[in-house]
């Protein structure tokens, strides 16, 4: 049974929720707009400041989808309030990050540097040389964007040298010993 899938969602105030056919639920709020198309077998209700999910049956997709259906709207509600950051710190020698307008440009030991142009919906800053922060209000793109950037050069296990969350834990290994 999906203890999640059963919570109430709050709607704070300056936020609005709309479901139209086919379970496709909008919402509005301070920081802009998502929408997103749910599975149509659920049923959605809204009801003074609150949004409950119900599942149709008891079948193990039905439930699987019950927590992930509330999270998703969860998600949206959260992210047009309060948005979403995700922070990327950059250790090596000569390796940095810079921002000019909406290019991020990366030098990360490669031969040449890295230009990135930033997807829409999604803010990119650099206050120093060795630190990214990514905003936004869907946290999926947010995510994803991130997990892209960290990509280009993941922090490899010996010098820890590398893009990483900033509070990623690396674990580091022994390098070799001379005889």
Same mark, same amino acid.
């Given at each position: 049974? &999906?203890?999640?899938?059963? %919570? ?9 929720? &709309?479901? =139209? ?9 301070? %920081? ?6 749910? +599975?149509? *077998? ?5 009801? *003074? ?48 990050? =810079?921002? &000019? ?9 490669? &031969? ?5 142009? *930033? ?19 869907? %946290? ?6 991130? =997990? ?10 010996? %010098? ?6 900033? +509070? ?12």
């Amino acid at each position: 049974m &999906s203890r999640i899938g059963l %919570k109430p969602i709050t709607v704070p105030g300056g936020v609005t929720v &709309s479901v =139209a056919d086919g379970n496709v639920v909008t919402v509005k709020g301070p %920081k802009g707009e998502l929408t997103q198309a749910l +599975n149509p *077998d659920f049923t959605i209700k809204q009801e *003074d400041g609150t949004i409950s999910v119900e599942r149709p049956s008891e079948s193990k997709q039905h439930r699987s989808l019950h927590g992930l259906t509330r999270t998703l709207i969860n998600n949206m509600v959260e992210g047009v309030t309060n948005g979403y950051e995700k922070v990327l710190t950059i250790e090596g020698t000569g390796y940095r990050a =810079a921002k &000019s307008g909406k290019k991020l440009t990366l030098n990360l030991g490669f &031969s040449h540097p890295i230009e990135m142009e *930033d997807p829409q919906g999604i803010e990119v800053e650099v206050p120093a040389a060795n630190r990214i922060i990514v905003r936004g209000i869907d %946290k999926q793109q947010v995510g994803n964007y991130a =997990a892209v950037i960290r990509a280009f050069r993941k922090p490899e296990p010996y %010098k820890g040298k590398g893009v990483r969350y900033e +509070n990623e834990n690396v674990r580091r290994k022994v390098g070799k010993t001379g005889k």
